[in-house]
């Protein structure tokens, strides 16, 4: 581990940070963030919907496959925008030339990443599914490999390109695309993902009701295609590291947000509403902690002339204290330098109004009520809980990596995210416990609110059934 000395520390620094002011982050993140949320929201309640599909009902091992395939967002697209955001900012996107082939490279990579992952999605989604109660469907387990797979490709794929428009378009409007790429691939990447697993899974399921093969085809398919792929990533320069380096992070974050998956699935039985909050409540931490690490990478990345391995004078210190995550910089709080407990305050900040438009967006759409200060309670208490520890894990492991010599725009975003996955499921689990022990009004309005529509509609067949019959024959 390196340290550098004043000269090169003044340098580094006058480059790496143009000064942001406090108001100027937060223009630039919350709306980001907010459109985000609503993404999310979105997301939400289209899993409460298609949950009631027979494909999700036949196949119950899809739920457990939800957290890890909506976690790519953050193994593949957000790590891919902190890639190319810390490109752009250290002027490596300002030739044409070389922008393409950065451009072309991570597009590629991200497609063998993603086919890759969804399939040990599915897999382990099988085991975690199966191996307790002893089953095993041949048909089934092609079936969730099969959506696995092909919603990992597409959404990779379309996801992707939306960061690389987003990335360009920010750098020639001067937005910092740290602060914005990121949120942008959750707005779109949780809706989009569960939109085309239940749209692919459903497809194929009524394949597989009539004998076709369209499964099969389609994981043979891929897997004919994967080879060419990994051999134009690793005959690209920009993408040949990552793909020597990049699997340990992404396949470890898919086997931690598997937990997830697996809480989730068990809360469903119990709970049937938290499938509305759930890609809320991950994905909003996912998003502010994915912004601190691209932020902080950046950071290093700039004050240190790219040296990995090498910090600025006084941060070589890995492990802080958990209070010098918000207070640090502060009067009488540490004299350790503390470069990013600014922005930590302010995440911290934007988080509250945000998930409250949330939760308030989510109860008005479904139940048509307001959510009760207990509901709200618990709910700002888990989601602060879960972003406070991915906020210092994030400062622990960025540094970390980068005294390793390992570029934290590579690893740190999935492990983050898929973190932020089995915490958020966890503490929204045990608040959703905490408000049935309690009774509460809200929780109780939102687990009948999903059988309203339905009771509704069968009232009014009802009924037109008996003004028919007591019309008589005409």
């Known amino acids: 581990m390196?340290?550098?000395n004043e000269k090169e520390l003044l340098e580094g620094r006058n480059r790496s940070s143009r000064k942001e002011t406090m108001w100027s982050i937060i223009v630039q993140v919350f709306p980001t963030f907010l459109i985000a949320g609503l993404g999310m929201v979105g997301a939400g309640l289209v899993l409460n919907q298609v949950q009631e599909w027979e494909v999700f009902k036949e196949v119950t091992e899809i739920m457990i496959m939800v957290p890890p395939l909506i976690g790519l967002k953050g193994n593949l697209e957000m790590t891919l925008a902190a890639r190319l955001s810390t490109?752009?900012?250290?002027?490596?996107?300002d030739r044409k030339k070389e922008a393409i082939s950065l451009i072309f490279g991570n597009l590629i990579l991200v497609q063998c990443q993603g086919i890759v992952v969804g399939f040990l999605a599915s897999l382990v989604g099988m085991v975690m599914g199966w191996a307790p109660v002893g089953k095993l469907d041949y048909d089934q387990g092609l079936l969730l490999s099969a959506s696995a797979v092909v919603t990992a490709s597409l959404a990779s794929f379309a996801l992707g390109s939306i960061m690389i428009v987003v990335i360009v378009i920010a750098r020639h409007l001067n937005i910092n695309p740290d602060n914005v790429a990121t949120p942008i691939a959750a707005s779109l990447g949780d809706v989009t993902t569960l939109g085309l697993l239940a749209w692919i899974a459903n497809i194929?399921?009524?394949?597989?009701?009539?004998?076709?093969?369209?499964?099969?085809?389609?994981?043979g398919g891929y897997f004919l295609i994967l080879p060419m792929f990994l051999y134009l990533a690793w005959n690209n320069k920009h993408t040949m590291e990552v793909l020597q380096t990049g699997w340990t992070p992404v396949v470890m974050a898919m086997l931690i947000s598997t937990g997830g998956g697996f809480i989730l699935d068990k809360a469903v039985e119990h709970f049937r509403g938290i499938t509305m909050f759930a890609p809320v409540m991950n994905g909003a931490g996912g998003n502010l902690v994915a912004i601190q690490a691209s932020r902080m990478t950046t950071y290093l990345?700039?004050?240190t002339n790219s040296l990995q391995g090498t910090f600025p004078l006084g941060e070589e210190k890995v492990c802080l204290l958990p209070c010098s995550i918000i207070c640090?910089?502060?009067?009488?709080?540490?004299?350790h330098p503390a470069p990013h407990s600014r922005m930590s305050r302010i995440l911290l900040i934007l988080l509250l109004p945000g998930q409250i438009i949330f939760v308030y967006c989510i109860c008005m759409l479904r139940a048509q009520t307001s959510p009760t200060p207990l509901f709200m309670f618990a709910y700002a208490l888990a989601s602060l809980s879960q972003v406070f520890i991915l906020l210092y894990l994030c400062q622990i492991l960025v540094y970390w990596m980068w005294s390793r010599g390992s570029d934290p725009d590579n690893a740190a975003i999935?492990?983050?995210?898929?973190?932020?996955d089995l915490l958020g499921t966890g503490f929204l689990t045990i608040a959703f416990i905490f408000l049935y022990l309690l009774n509460d009004g809200t929780l109780t309005q939102l687990e009948h609110g999903h059988h309203n529509s339905t009771l509704t509609d069968l009232a009014l067949i009802n009924n037109q059934t008996t003004v028919i019959t007591t019309m008589g024959p005409l």
């Open 2 to 4: 390196e340290v550098m």
């Open 87 to 93: 490109a752009a900012n250290i002027g490596h996107m």
């Open 204 to 219: 194929l399921y009524e394949h597989l009701k009539v004998g076709l093969f369209t499964s099969h085809i389609i994981i």
């Open 414 to 420: 999935p492990y983050l995210t898929a973190i932020g």
């Open 301 to 303: 990345h700039a004050a």
């Open 328 to 335: 640090g910089g502060m009067k009488h709080c540490s004299t």
